[in-house]
């Protein structure tokens, strides 16, 4: 199961405040999310939310809405995952909506342990991979991508960190957008 945890696309994407205006951060977090869902395929898909707007467009895509109001992006993560764990669910990959170069989370599935993909600055965490049913707390933020290995090190799984150039390129700053275009 791919879950995605997606921010309300009015309020995504303040970072980019200075460079792009607000309809155009929506639309700009709308479609790269509609990306990372379409690349999930073959695994079923579930958008972990607070907005109706957004419960709307998961639906329209075909992904399970896993709606999570008032838990912040740590919270709806760790309910959302507990929730699939109890669907049935025995691993989950847990990947960001502003990933426009995403194509594909195979590469994810053939671990056992825990796999981390960071942001191409190796700070934050773009993708894990993560079995169900384990004390695994998310630290996303700050520093996420250390925070993140040191928690899985504490689960005592194995643990894998595997750079991919696709899904290490996330959108948060005008410089991230530069990158986009470059490439």
């Known amino acids: 199961m791919l879950l995605v945890p997606v921010k309300a696309f009015r309020l995504a994407k303040s970072r980019l405040a200075d460079t792009v205006v607000p309809p155009g951060r929506a639309a700009l977090a709308r479609s790269m999310a509609t990306a990372v869902v379409a690349a999930a ?4 898909a579930a958008v972990v939310c607070d907005d109706d707007m957004v419960a709307r467009w998961a639906a329209s895509q075909g992904a399970r809405v896993i709606w999570k109001p008032r838990h912040g992006l740590n919270g709806a993560v760790t309910a959302a995952v507990a929730d699939l ?3 049935g669910f025995d691993r989950v ?8 170069l995403a194509r594909s989370f195979d590469a994810l599935l053939d671990f056992d342990g825990i796999t981390i993909v960071p942001d191409r600055r190796e700070v934050g965490t773009n993708v894990m991979s993560i079995p169900t049913g384990t004390s695994f707390t998310f630290h996303y933020g700050t520093n996420s991508f250390a925070l993140h290995k040191q928690e899985a090190t504490r689960t005592g799984l194995a643990v894998r960190v595997l750079p991919d150039a696709h899904l290490a390129l996330d959108i948060d700053t005008p410089d991230d957008l530069e990158e986009l275009r470059r490439r």
């Open 85 to 87: 764990a109890d669907l």
């Open 93 to 100: 990959v847990v990947a960001h909506g502003d990933l426009p």
């Open 41 to 44: 395929a073959p695994l079923p």
